[in-house]
């Protein structure tokens, strides 16, 4: 049921180079400097210019390769617009660069780029307390928590460029003119707050983003900045929502290979969502500190960068557990909090997946 996906191009594009997708569409690769190594771009034919979705990190080496893009691949016509899908940096931090290289307006939407604008102003060095007490709160070690405060929290701006003053709105059910094709504009939430995404009924193409990826699993995390957020039940509903783009369509996702199968990958990432949620309500039996229930969602031993993600993972499912009245959370003399199941007695005990990958940040 969940592994029918098809992929219809084996090899990705080389570093400068694009592959025609569709008419009038180019996908092209970035590096990235992470366990997930690259992020995949689109250029959308305008007929007199290209529009440009997503923009890579921003880094002299991934603005060489957008140069030799330039000079290579858009068949001497200029780039007229850019597009981004969301604020992470592997998406939105060259898109001030492009704009100013090409004397060209940013699109996104408003949460995202007011998101981006405010981590861009961010440049604290280490820790504040109430960021600290998120993880404190969890349950985290000392010493993990030593290695957090060092790493610091306002690090945005080293993969972002500065971003363009102003932009031009994108809203959720409306649609976009780029050339002689109408986009509609479809947002989501959960992985970011109002992730946009793209999709053209005549070629029946989504350009998803990371709100649906093939392979990889988004994070969906809460973090200290909005500490008592619920973003997994937005995630599922964005889900249940991204279903009314037919199940034919095909996906150009940010992540690993542009793909058919939409429908059964939405299924599967809600099956995912709802059998971790599951493992966790059956973890909780006994009262369990966050930190205690890592190892209910992942099998790896974790350093403490991927703990600080796979904490905000976990408090994702915990609170939409809370917000279904099926866990309860206290807080402890200690400044720790415990989560307990509610109805020890309804929990259907059974095997769940953990998960191999280490969690990531995109
Ligand atoms: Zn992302």
């Given at each position: 049921m969940f592994a029918d996906l098809r992929?219809?191009?084996?090899?990705?594009?080389?570093?400068?180079?694009?592959?025609?997708?569709?008419?009038?569409i180019k996908w092209l690769q970035m590096p990235l400097p992470f366990a997930l190594n690259h992020i995949n771009l689109y250029l959308l034919d305008e007929g007199d210019g290209w529009t440009?979705?997503?923009?890579?990190?921003?880094?002299?080496?991934?603005?060489?390769i957008w140069e030799d893009i330039f000079a290579g691949e858009l068949d001497g016509k200029p780039v007229k617009r850019v597009i981004v899908t969301h604020m992470h940096p592997d998406h939105?931090?060259?898109?001030?660069?492009l704009c100013r290289r090409w004397g060209v307006e940013l699109y996104t939407s408003r949460t995202e780029f007011y998101y981006a604008r405010g981590l861009m102003a961010d440049r604290s060095e280490g820790f504040q307390d109430d960021a600290l007490r998120f993880y404190v709160r969890g349950g985290i070690d000392q010493k993990i928590l030593d290695e957090i405060r060092q790493?610091?929290?306002?690090?945005?701006?080293?993969?972002?460029g500065t971003l363009p003053l102003g932009y031009r709105r994108l809203i959720d059910g409306e649609t976009m003119t780029i050339g002689d094709r109408v986009w509609q504009i479809i947002t989501g939430s959960g992985h970011s707050p109002e992730h946009v995404c793209l999709y053209n009924a005549d070629l029946d193409i989504l350009l998803s983003g990371d709100q649906v990826l093939p392979r990889i699993t988004s994070n969906v995390s809460v973090h200290p900045m909005e500490p008592e957020e619920n973003p997994m039940k937005y995630w599922l509903e964005s889900h249940e929502k991204f279903?009314?783009?037919?199940?034919?369509?095909?996906?150009?996702?940010?992540?690993?290979?542009?793909f058919y199968g939409l429908h059964?990958?939405?299924?599967?990432?809600?099956?995912?969502?709802?059998?971790?949620?599951?493992?966790?309500?059956e973890a909780c039996v006994e009262p369990k500190m966050a930190a205690e229930l890592l190892g209910v969602l992942f099998k790896r031993e974790l350093d403490s960068f991927q703990m600080m993600l796979a904490l905000g993972e976990c408090f994702a499912h915990l609170h939409c557990l809370m917000d279904r009245n099926k866990i309860v959370r206290t807080l402890d003399d200690n400044g720790m909090?415990?989560?307990?199941?509610?109805?020890?007695?309804?929990?259907?005990?059974?095997?769940?997946?953990?998960?191999?990958?280490?969690?990531?940040?995109?």
């Open positions: 992929y219809p191009i084996e090899t990705p594009p080389a570093p400068g180079k694009t592959i025609e997708v569709a008419p009038g440009i979705v997503d923009t890579g990190i921003c880094d002299e080496g991934v603005q060489k939105i931090g060259n898109a001030g660069w790493r610091g929290f306002g690090n945005y701006h080293t993969m972002t279903k009314s783009i037919p199940a034919t369509a095909f996906v150009l996702p940010s992540h690993n290979r542009p059964d990958r939405l299924d599967y990432l809600i099956y995912h969502h709802e059998d971790r949620m599951d493992a966790l309500e909090y415990r989560f307990q199941t509610v109805d020890a007695a309804k929990i259907d005990h059974h095997e769940h997946d953990k998960r191999d990958d280490a969690p990531i940040m995109v």
